[in-house]
């Protein structure tokens, strides 16, 4: 596995559209409830790192297209190249098809099915409200919301032109078996500040494509990763996989990173579950990842490097408690010592040290990060919630031993006995995964 870390995380979270819709737009997406679980934390992708896949058992796929295409040196992953090698190969579907409503016309203007891959172009017009850079944004729902299939909800942004606006839609056939003819059921409930339906069934006819398949895994500690198929379109290329894991650790992770013959990282499309069944005391869970490109034309093999990231509960202090106190992780070698405690009327002051100074495979950012974000003052009665934490500073102790201090500002009405310090440790474990033994699938 790749030693470089990740630094940030991307945010996910599961809100009625409008909320989806406003957090999208403002770049927030910030859970509100429940606990901070690992799919509300995530890895905020990086163009060497965007090959990276966080399967559980719950199979987060976050709706981040519109964010990562924003960024420069991302952005060009994340145009549609299945469609531009399409196209250059005269291999689009040319389509007419249109909906109107509240005078609101969508056209959709071409699709193709290849391999894995379906893309859909379409065209808007009417009078609409624009974002500040012009384009409009709409929020679509494809295969009927069927959460069984993943995400099936997402935003898109559609360019201006000269007599309205144009889109497209890009994304992994999400069912196990890949039909030769088929539907698209694809619905715009919102296009800029009107709500509706506007509703297609999209054909799609499947470009030749090959399958090869394959009998490669990786085993570790109950978890196993087998590679079961390739499957090579004219301008993509997929891989099924099929991922067993131990029930009691559902909220676990396996992290894949693909690689091709030179050592450097592939950057996927998208990743699908496509079944996921509970055997005996394990979960089995069948996805497919998704590549922009013809793997077979630029590398002789993959490599596969897959890696476990474990889940870590909270763990709580209460601010009575004698210190030096010594927070463990049960499952993997990660642990805050927490020095001295200073409760004033105030502030509420906690020196700490990550770790034992250790940094690991991390750097000095990612222990201020959790400094920051992962040791934090909540109260008793809801320390199992995540909440935005108390206002509070970080100040850096020894930066070479990994020791801070964190004060927080009290008010008033602050009673010491209904407070707890909660500490943490999953965005460590997030960045330090465990690798298991890679894997290599020979292409030619």
Not at 344 to 355: A, L, M, R, Y
Request: proline content about 4%; glycine content about 6%.
């Amino acid at each position: 596995m790749e030693k470089k870390p990740f630094h940030e995380q991307y945010e996910k979270i599961d809100v009625p559209q409008d909320e989806v819709l406003k957090a999208i737009k403002t770049g927030v997406n910030r859970a509100k409830t429940g606990r901070k679980s690992r799919k509300n934390k995530a890895i905020a992708l990086s163009a060497a790192a965007a090959a990276g896949i966080f399967i559980s058992s719950s199979f987060m796929f976050p709706s981040f297209s519109k964010v990562m295409a924003d960024m420069p040196v991302v952005g060009y992953f994340y145009r549609d190249l299945v469609g531009e090698n399409l196209a250059a190969q005269k291999l689009i579907t040319k389509l007419n098809e249109t909906a109107s409503y509240k005078g609101i016309d969508v056209d959709i203007t071409s699709a193709y099915y290849d391999g894995a891959v379906i893309g859909v172009t379409f065209d808007v017009k009417g009078k609409l409200k624009t974002e500040e850079d012009g384009r409009v944004m709409g929020f679509y729902e494809i295969f009927k919301g069927d959460e069984n299939l993943g995400e099936t909800k997402e935003i898109v942004y559609m360019e201006p032109t000269e007599n309205g606006f144009t889109g497209k839609i890009q994304l992994s056939y999400p069912k196990t078996e890949l039909p030769a003819d088929t539907t698209f059921p694809l619905k715009f409930k919102s296009i800029g500040d009107k709500k509706g339906a506007w509703r297609f069934d999209v054909p799609i006819k499947q470009l030749p494509f090959e399958i090869k398949t394959v009998d490669k895994e990786s085993v570790k500690d109950g978890y196993k990763v087998h590679v079961d198929k390739i499957i090579t379109g004219k301008a993509s290329t997929a891989v099924n996989y099929t991922l067993t894991m131990p029930d009691k650790e559902k909220n676990d992770h396996v992290y894949l990173e693909y690689f091709d013959n030179n050592g450097n990282s592939i950057h996927w499309l998208s990743d699908a579950r496509l079944e996921k069944k509970k055997d005996g005391d394990q979960i089995i869970i069948k996805g497919r990842t998704t590549f922009p490109e013809k793997l077979i034309d630029k590398t002789n093999y993959v490599e596969v490097r897959p890696a476990i990231a474990l889940t870590e509960d909270y763990q709580f202090v209460t601010l009575n408690e004698k210190t030096p106190i010594d927070i463990r992780s049960p499952r993997q070698d990660l642990s805050v010592l927490i020095e001295n405690i200073s409760v004033t009327k105030k502030k509420f002051t906690v020196d700490f040290q990550v770790n034992q100074g250790d940094k690991k495979r991390l750097y000095f950012t990612d222990y201020g990060n959790f400094a920051r974000n992962d040791i934090t003052l909540v109260k008793e009665s809801r320390k199992n919630i995540y909440e935005e934490p108390i206002k509070h500073t970080v100040e850096t102790l020894d930066r070479k031993k990994l020791r801070f201090r964190s004060t927080f500002q009290l008010n008033d009405n602050f009673t010491p006995e209904k407070f707890v310090l909660r500490i943490d440790l999953d965005n460590l474990a997030v960045n330090m995964p465990h690798e298991m033994e890679s894997v290599k699938i020979n292409l030619k």
